[in-house]
């Protein structure tokens, strides 16, 4: 009987960092709180441009470049600093709106005006017919 010797194992040339992998979903979720809904829109609306998923394996399940994710992240973070900027430099800031300054350019708005409880009524009937609690009214 001779003795084997167990068969070396070569190490791997480049070992992947934790970062280079596929996620699926529900992972990608963990990383940005979004909807399934949400990323489809994404993936189709060229502004957005959100990276489109792969299917791997048999069960025909979406998943996703973990790089090509980030890299997403770091350029929409990036639009939202230049236009965050964009508002300041302008004066269009979140606070304020071109609505907020009457056109005759007073300073003083008038305030919304105050619904009518019998505003609130059913939209397919007109008012008279079945709301002022005429019985006969109601129902034939």
């Not at 979140?94 to 609130?120: I, L, Q, W, Y």
Request: hydrophobic share 35%.
């Amino acid at each position: 009987m001779t003795r084997r010797t167990p068969a070396k194992v070569a190490p791997l040339a480049v070992n992947p960092a934790p970062e280079d992998r596929y996620v699926n979903v529900g992972q990608l979720r963990v990383i940005i709180p979004a909807s399934n809904m949400s990323f489809w829109r994404w993936q189709r609306d060229p502004e957005i441009a959100f990276p489109v998923p792969v299917k791997l394996g048999d069960d025909g399940r979406n998943y996703w470049w973990l790089p090509d994710v980030r890299a997403w992240m770091r350029r929409r973070k990036k639009r939202q600093v230049q236009a965050a900027r964009h508002r300041v430099i302008h004066g269009n800031s979140e606070d304020s709106n071109s609505t907020d300054v009457p056109a005759d350019g007073s300073a003083s708005a008038a305030p919304p005006a105050e619904k009518n409880r019998a505003d609130r009524r059913c939209g397919k009937r007109p008012p008279g017919i079945g709301h002022d609690g005429n019985p006969s009214l109601d129902r034939p």
